[in-house]
């Protein structure tokens, strides 16, 4: 069966993400002042073939470990669904 893996890949909370410093002082320029913090991370898209649910969140968690998250600066989540 074919599925899709939704893989967020966001900075540890515990580290400080310049990027979203940078966007949230922007916002803070244009006169959005609500906003209170920004986190800027990354989302993949993984489409494979397996022959079931479990074995495609494994796949894509396996794929997460070893290549697209860095354990000790990034932290993930990944949602697979069928199509």
């Given at each position: 069966m074919k599925?899709?893996?939704?893989?967020?890949?966001?900075?540890?909370?515990?580290?400080?993400?310049?990027q979203g410093k940078?966007?949230?002082?922007?916002?803070h320029n244009l006169g959005i002042a609500q906003v209170q913090d920004v986190r800027i991370g990354?989302?993949?898209?993984?489409?494979?073939?397996a022959a079931n649910k479990e074995e495609a969140t494994k796949l894509a968690q396996e794929a997460c470990k070893k290549l697209l998250a860095n354990p000790v600066m990034?932290?993930?989540?990944?949602?697979?669904?069928?199509?």
């Open positions: 599925y899709t893996a939704h893989i967020n890949i966001m900075p540890l909370k515990e580290l400080l993400d310049p940078a966007v949230n002082n922007s916002l990354k989302h993949v898209t993984l489409n494979m073939e990034e932290t993930f989540d990944c949602a697979v669904v069928e199509g």
